[in-house]
Structure formats: C-alpha cells, structure tokens
Nanobody, 125 residues
Framework: QVQLVESGGGLVQAGGSLRLSCAASGRTFASYAMGWFRQASGKEREFVSAISSRSAAIYYADSVKGRFTISRDNAKNTVYLQMNSLKPEDTAVYYC??????????????????WGQGTQVTVSS
C-alpha cells in the first residue's frame, strides 16, 4: 500500500513558476514509476509527465515539454514537478500517481495503482 500526498499548488500569474511535490509513504517507493496527471474543470484527466523508478526514463506531454521538469528523490520518497512559464491553460488539479514496476503505457491512468488527492494550480492571465 502506498499513500501519496501532493503539495505546492497555488495561485500564480502567467509566466510564473510553481514546484509541486508528492510525498509517498512506504519503503518501496523506488519500485514505482511515478506520474503526474491534471484535470481542468469540465475536462477529462490528462497525462502530464512520468518518470521511471530510477529516473532513467522521463516523459512529457507535448503541451508541457520544455516548461515542466519531473524529478524524484528516492531517499526522500518524493517526486517533484517543476513548472515554469505557466500559462492559464495549465490551470487544473494536479495528481501524482504510482505505478508498481512501471509500464510502457505511462500515459494511461489505468497503468497506475495509487493516486494522491490532488493539488490545485491556478494560473491567472
């Protein structure tokens, strides 16, 4: 069992930055690939970024490539999402998720076993 708690969301102006954190419980964090998804109001949840268990593989959605950076610290059981050059269209609830063993289908919600409760990110124009 893994519990995930996101933090770091908030209100920021367009062009600004935020750093999201996702702290995981348990001693097997290094066995999980981790992903970030987001859901804007009235829209379906969408893939944002993913990182393999040892950070060897990293993936981004085209919409955030070059602006967002995912990283993880297995010693701290934490995954991060650094978000720069934020746009109003980045406004959403951001969720982190854990995928035991990792999957080639990192962009599918169904690949993930555990989810956090989400943190709101609001970007004003």
């Amino acid at each position: 069992q893994v519990q995930l708690v996101e933090s770091g969301g908030g209100l920021v102006q367009a062009g600004g930055s935020l750093r999201l954190s996702c702290a995981a419980s348990g001693r097997t964090f290094a066995s999980y690939a981790m992903g970030w998804f987001r859901q804007a109001s009235g829209k379906e949840r969408e893939f944002v970024s993913a990182i393999s268990s040892r950070s060897a593989a990293i993936y981004y959605a085209d919409s955030v490539k070059g602006r967002f950076t995912i990283s993880r610290d297995n010693a701290k059981n934490t995954v991060y999402l650094q978000m720069n050059s934020l746009k109003p269209e980045d406004t959403a609830v951001y969720y982190c998720a854990a995928d035991y063993g990792g999957s080639t289908h990192y962009y599918y919600e169904s690949s993930y076993d555990y989810w956090g409760q989400g943190t709101q990110v609001t970007v004003s124009s």
